[in-house]
């Protein structure tokens, strides 16, 4: 059964949020040291349909006042009836013009591929499932307005509708494009911010970074939940996670080329979703369609090719559902893959915070403008929480770069790389006759691979993408050898 998300509150436009600044302070060590160290709410009464509570009035609830104003305006006895279509993420027309005092009716076709609304001023209404048409009644609209689809994120990737009404009042509801499901900040200062001086608090615990073991099997049967959850993203920051199976990022899956990979998908969410494994070669269109609330599909494929490959939501807006944690990775080896000593896995994204408690910010999505770059989905939390080897071990980290946006160059400070496979196949390996070795691994947005090296002595060695702005922005982790 599908279910209706909370409208986007409607609230003022504002300049995108300044970007927290960090202070970098020269060497490895000092950085790793300063790093461990709602909204406007605004009622919109639209005259003429909202009913009085008191007094004497018209039988539609009206002050006789009122409906004489009205009666003077220019569409005063007048109906209009407005044609819009919805499709993935646009109504079309997005711009309308009525005479105030009009009386508005609605025909609004869905030819999209997933369920939309058409919600005046944000108000909820009945999703609209596709191929489906309905007819409402927005009753006399005397000043501008908007009216949107308040599935969270559609109205911020373009489904959005400026009402303008000539001839009445001057109404301020026509600027407001804000969205309390985190799409857009509702004020100056509403969205969370990160304290780059915090510690996690006692009880916190970093995510386990090992790397999965392959269990040997030729057929992987894995349930993915869809949860959407209140998670802690850096200390004291909240946000709200949409979630396979509680994590954001999700599970990491392993297996071999040859192997079969048969994942349950189980809609818990409130809203659709879908999943997209990299790693496959199917119809999207089939094993990738969006699912409502209370449903299920089973994705099924054959792993031809080995990497480290991305996993990720595919509803609309793709990115809304990326940068709110759906995302993970899956491990298929190549074949003959040697021993190591220890064996990790890193994940690379970016946090929108939107307002505490909050999914993130839609509108930052879109701009790139990201408050922090993560591994594994929390700020600096390997810096908190140092990874231990042993001096001399033979280490393998899995890089996959699950963006939405950045990039990364995965460096690790006081050794060099002797062997690097990138997206399908080794760039160097280990004893090679060129004596080569390499000191970042490369990827862009959904690219992977994976680098051995050893930490030689005991001590501190940081890691992080050599894109320093993204390291000062909590992209920074430690081995920690002894």
């Known amino acids: ?25 020269n060497g490895f060590l000092p950085i790793i040291s300063t790093a461990l160290a709602l909204g406007l709410v605004v009622g919109l009464l639209v005259a003429g349909i909202t009913p009085s509570s008191g007094g004497h009035g018209h039988d539609d609830g009206r002050p006789v006042a009122a409906a004489a104003d009205e009666a003077a305006l220019p569409g005063a006895g007048k109906k209009v009836t407005l044609q819009f279509e919805e499709g993935d993420m646009y109504i079309k027309p997005n711009k309308v013009t009525v005479p105030a005092g009009a009386d508005v009716t609605v025909n609004v076709v869905n030819k999209g591929s997933q369920a939309h609304t058409l919600s005046l001023l944000g108000r909820t209404n009945k999703q609209l499932e596709p191929g489906k048409s309905e007819t409402q009644h927005w009753g006399v609209l005397t000043e501008s307005t908007q009216a949107w689809c308040v599935i969270p994120g559609h109205k911020d990737a373009g489904m959005l ?62 349930t993915f939940t869809v949860t959407e959850k209140e998670e802690e993203v850096a200390p004291g920051v909240k946000q709200v996670r949409w979630t396979f199976n509680g994590t954001a990022p999700g599970p990491i899956l392993r297996g071999k080329v040859g192997d079969t990979f048969k994942i349950t998908l189980v809609n818990k969410g409130t809203m659709e979703h879908s999943i997209d494994f990299h790693a496959s070669k199917v119809a999207p269109n089939v094993q990738m369609r ?21 996993y990720h939501c595919g509803a609309d807006p793709m990115i809304y559902h990326m940068g709110n944690g759906m995302y993970g990775a899956v491990i298929v080896d190549p074949p003959d893959l040697g021993k190591v000593d220890k064996e990790f896995v890193l994940v690379q994204s970016e946090l929108y915070l939107g307002p505490q408690g909050k999914p993130g910010d839609l509108k930052k999505m879109l701009a790139g403008q990201y408050d922090a770059v993560v591994f594994n989905g929390y700020y600096n939390q390997y810096a908190y929480a140092p990874i231990k080897v042993k001096p001399g071990d033979r280490v393998r980290v899995w890089v996959d770069d699950s963006g939405p946006n ?27 006759r060129e004596k080569g070795g390499s000191q970042v691994l490369d990827l862009q947005p959904t690219q992977g691979g994976f680098v051995e090296f050893t930490l030689p002595d005991a001590g501190t060695y940081p890691f992080l993408g050599h894109k320093m702005k993204n390291m000062a922005a909590g992209g920074l982790g430690v081995f920690q050898a002894g």
């Open 161 to 222: 509708v400026e009402v303008t009404v000539t001839g009445g009042k001057t109404g301020t509801a026509a600027a407001s494009t804000g969205n309390s499901t985190g799409g857009t900040a509702a004020a100056d200062g509403a969205n969370a911010k990160i304290d780059p001086a915090a510690k996690p608090a006692d009880g916190w615990k970093p995510r386990d970074p090992a790397a999965p073991e392959n269990d040997g099997k030729d057929v992987h049967e894995v």
């Open 290 to 310: 969006t699912i409502k609330p209370g449903q299920s599909l089973v994705y099924e494929f054959k792993a031809h090719f080995s990497g480290i490959f991305t």
């Open 1 to 25: 059964m599908s279910t209706t998300p909370a409208p986007d509150d409607p609230a003022p436009d504002r300049p995108p949020a300044h970007r927290r600044s960090s202070t970098v302070l």
């Open 406 to 432: 950045e990039n990364i160059a995965f460096h690790v400070v006081g050794t060099i790389f002797d062997t690097v496979w990138k997206e399908g196949q080794y760039t160097l390996r280990r004893d090679n």
